[in-house]
């Protein structure tokens, strides 16, 4: 019976042939003792190294500056629109980290001893936002702390310079098109003024009034005395008078208010023109950094435009300021230890798996 059960079961185990060898902990670990010798070599020499490097290597420091984007609303009780705010923010997150930046603050800084490229600035510069914040943090790490500062600085004031340029566009912008609407507005009006002003013209200001006399008795009285030529001479006497036209009274009423309206986008118009010359003025200043004549314009359309070169999303939050000075060469060597280590490990066990294969 058993002998019949044995015949019939089947081969739990596949043949040899086939079956799969698998490697153990305790294979990997004689694997990397068996090279124990060449991997202490190893990692002694690349940690000796690594500490040399970087115990020799010069002391970073890290300079940090902040900005803060913020919400340009002219209603300050106004709800935040997040969505449009978010966008904002990564705006200014991408413009500030962008090369012509780079470029820029390079030009500045190589006026003097020291020679940087941009690629060179943009490998010592990290910028970054914080989560769920409205910051933008800049961080530097150079080698002289007063060159850390100095880059720090200069970056954060080119892209605000940036900045406020682009604002002299944005600003030029909305005055040109409330200037549109403006001139549209100006042509109405004239017209409609010039229209009253015609009907005024052909509307009289007064209408003549023509009466006859019908006392009885003064006509009783001068057919006794007078011939009949000269009663019919009388009959023909009309009195007439003048009394104020209620029509012109009224052209001229319209008249008035549409000079007024008229008068008002005049100045609009002028003030709006005003503006935009200086806005240009601005402009030119800052691309020519030379000295132009400034326009002759009124003390209030020079004040509108300060006011709106003013408004801005993005502030500078303090000075740029030396945050730390670390070496970290302990931290670094140790770091290098640890992955020598394991680079030798799994070279000894590579080498050792490739014997068994071969075998």
């Not at 001068?222 to 023909?236: F, I, M, N, V, Y």
């Not at 003013?310 to 640890?338: H, M, Q, Y």
């Amino acid at each position: 019976m058993n002998a019949e059960n044995d015949a019939t079961r089947p081969n739990v185990l596949p043949p040899p042939e086939s079956r799969e060898e698998f490697i153990s902990i305790g294979d990997i670990a004689r694997m990397i003792l068996k090279h124990r010798r060449k991997i202490a070599v190893f990692v002694v020499l690349a940690t000796a190294i690594s500490a040399v490097f970087f115990f020799l290597s010069p002391r970073q420091y890290k300079a940090e500056g902040f900005l803060q984007v913020i919400q340009a609303s002219s209603d300050i009780d106004a709800k935040i629109d997040q969505a449009a705010f978010e966008t904002t923010i990564i705006s200014h997150l991408q413009t500030i980290q962008s090369a012509f930046i780079a470029e820029e603050v390079a030009a500045v800084i190589s006026k003097g001893d020291e020679t940087l490229t941009a690629a060179d600035l943009s490998r010592m510069v990290r910028i970054f936002r914080p989560a769920k914040s409205s910051l933008i943090v800049l961080t530097v790490s150079f080698s002289s702390p007063e060159k850390a500062v100095a880059v720090a600085k200069t970056w954060i004031k080119q892209y605000l310079a940036r900045a406020r340029k682009n604002n002299i566009s944005v600003a030029l912008s909305q005055v040109r098109s409330m200037l549109k609407t403006a001139q549209f507005k100006l042509m109405e009006i004239r017209a409609k003024a010039e229209q009253l002003k015609a009907n005024a013209e052909q509307t009289r200001p007064f209408v003549e009034l023509a009466r006859g006399i019908e006392d009885n008795q003064l006509w009783r009285e001068l057919s006794e005395k007078t011939s009949a030529e000269k009663l019919e001479d009388l009959s023909r006497i009309h009195i007439k008078g003048q009394e104020q036209n209620s029509e012109y009274l009224t052209v001229k009423t319209m008249l008035y208010h549409a000079d007024q309206a008229l008068a008002a986008a005049v100045a609009n118009h002028d003030f709006l023109l005003d503006v935009e010359k200086y806005l240009e003025y601005k402009a030119r200043q800052l691309e020519n950094h030379a000295i132009i004549q400034e326009p002759q314009i009124s003390s209030n359309a020079m004040q509108f435009a300060d006011t709106m070169l003013k408004t801005t999303d993005v502030i500078e939050v303090g000075e740029p300021a030396l945050k730390s000075s670390e070496r970290g060469a302990l931290r670094k060597t140790a770091i290098a230890f640890c992955i020598s280590l394991v680079l030798a490990s799994l070279t000894a066990c590579l080498a050792e798996w490739f014997k068994t294969l071969k075998l």
